[in-house]
């Protein structure tokens, strides 16, 4: 069974800080990692993704890939209150098919 | 330009009823994608079109029904749903590029109850 594990939280950071998100996976064939954020009652939203091990930097978030532990990150600096949402973090299976193997989300909240 | 737009926004139906979302995308993307997502789970895939043709169904009832009249246009017929099919309905694309790189992105949702 494929599986993607997070932490669901919640995460509590002050405004400004980095917050910090993890997730593993398990099928070790695996190519393509995302990040979604989805607010409350809204859908999600791509946030990054990353195919090569190492980091990779959009602004302010960096993501952080390494296939030999077979986990994946998402750092966020300067963390202001309307990052406050769930983070989805997202494995596509490997294999002919278009299925995304989802964690259960991590709940972060930013305090001012 | 990233947007998939779903409508209606909002939908409440009765369990005799018979009701469609509708999803559109005008990014060139040639996969899309039905998403079903209960309060605090991950999106639960439903099915998938490659081309047009229905590629993945993850073993969803018939009373879902999903149609690909276009490569830019999917819709979800509905019959006789019961009261715990109530979610919010994602629809994503992805361009289909048959590689690690293929990306979805979701439109807006339509959130979905049934009496």
């Known amino acids: 069974q494929k599986e993607v594990e997070q932490n669901s939280g919640p995460l509590s950071v002050p405004e400004g800080a980095i917050a910090s998100l993890n997730c593993t996976y398990s099928?070790?064939?695996?190519?393509?990692f995302f990040w979604y954020r989805q607010y409350s009652g809204k859908s999600p939203e791509l946030i990054m993704f990353?195919?090569s091990n190492g980091d990779k930097e959009d602004g302010r978030f960096t993501a952080q890939l390494n296939k030999a532990s077979q986990y994946v990150s998402l750092l966020i600096r300067d963390s202001q209150p309307s990052d406050s949402a769930t983070y989805l973090c997202?494995?596509?299976?490997?294999?002919?098919?278009?299925?995304?193997?989802w964690g259960l989300g991590t709940s972060l909240g930013v305090n001012p | 330009d990233t947007e998939v737009t779903q409508t209606p926004k909002h939908l409440v139906m009765g369990m005799t009823n018979k009701k469609s979302l509708k999803c559109e995308q005008h990014?060139?993307?040639?996969?899309m994608y039905w998403y079903k997502q209960k309060a605090k789970k991950p999106p639960e895939l439903m099915f998938v079109?490659?081309?047009?043709?229905?590629?993945i169904n993850e073993s969803v009832p018939s009373r879902f029904s999903p149609e690909c009249p276009n490569s830019s246009l999917l819709n979800l017929h509905l019959h006789a749903l019961q009261p715990e099919d109530s979610a919010l309905y994602l629809c994503a694309s992805s361009q289909e590029s048959g590689g690690a790189t293929d990306t979805q992105y979701f439109g807006p949702g339509t959130r979905l109850t049934v009496l």
């Open positions: 997202a494995v596509l299976a490997a294999g002919n098919n278009r299925k995304l193997i």
């Open positions: 990353i195919y």
């Open positions: 079109y490659s081309y047009e043709k229905l590629s």
């Open positions: 099928d070790r064939g695996s190519q393509s």
């Open positions: 990014m060139g993307h040639r996969a």
